[in-house]
């Protein structure tokens, strides 16, 4: 039972320097978010999608762009990595019962 | 104003107390309603649902407080392994949206 899975696990990044988180998920879920959490502020949604094709802006989008091309994938996207940015990343799905389920996260660290 | 607020402790207790924890929430909008537990360096995982009538799940309880807004989880009989941090969660139907506080953590010692 995979669920949501997450990569990479670790990420080390130069100021300015891009990359692209993936998460994948395997129940067939209509809905997945992107989420920041840093020490003492709880998750931060970043941007979700209410299905395939479809991506909104959630409360800290800025410097950050994504995708959902295909149902069981949603991309995170870094441009241009700012140390601002150095953060653990999670991603959750859920399938309508608003139970979310969470990849392992990705910690990321911009120098 | 944050839209869910928790106590960040920690909570240091021996095993075997009785802990609860309060969480409050600013938009009355708000329809569902979790706790969720995080372990270090871990993903949240889903605790339990908060239902306006209350709940109940071995150990844990959970109260919901429309009219003032917050949200409680009761402890009984501490564990070791109920040593955690507790994400209090709302759910805005309209907005697809889920508000996390920050966590309120929890040590449990022998």
């Known amino acids: 039972n995979a669920g949501v899975t997450q990569t990479p696990k670790f990420r080390v990044l130069k100021t300015g320097q891009s990359m692209t988180l993936l998460c994948a998920q395997d129940m067939n879920h209509e809905y997945m978010y992107w989420y920041r959490q840093d020490p003492g502020m709880g998750l931060r949604l970043i941007h979700y999608s209410v299905g395939e094709g479809t991506t909104a802006k959630g409360e800290v989008p800025d410097g950050y762009n994504v995708s959902r091309l295909k149902k069981q994938n949603f991309l995170l996207g870094l441009e241009s990595a700012a140390p601002s940015q150095t953060s653990v990343y999670f991603c959750?799905?859920?399938?309508?019962?608003?139970?979310?389920?969470f990849g392992a996260g990705t910690r990321l660290s911009v120098l | 104003r944050k839209e869910v607020e928790q106590d960040p402790g920690p909570f240091n207790v021996p095993e075997g107390a009785t802990v609860a924890f309060n969480c409050t929430y600013s938009n009355s909008a708000s329809q569902s309603f979790f706790w969720y537990r995080q372990d270090c360096r871990k993903e949240p995982k889903l605790l339990m649902s908060v239902y306006s009538s209350g709940n109940e799940d071995g150990r844990f309880t959970a109260q919901l407080n429309r009219a003032s807004q917050y949200i409680s989880l009761l402890i009984r009989d501490s564990k070791l392994s109920d040593s955690a941090t507790y994400l209090c969660v709302v759910n805005i139907y309209n907005f697809n949206k889920f508000y996390f506080g920050s966590g309120t953590k929890l040590n449990v010692k022998p």
């Open positions: 959750a799905s859920h399938g309508g019962k608003n139970i979310q389920y």
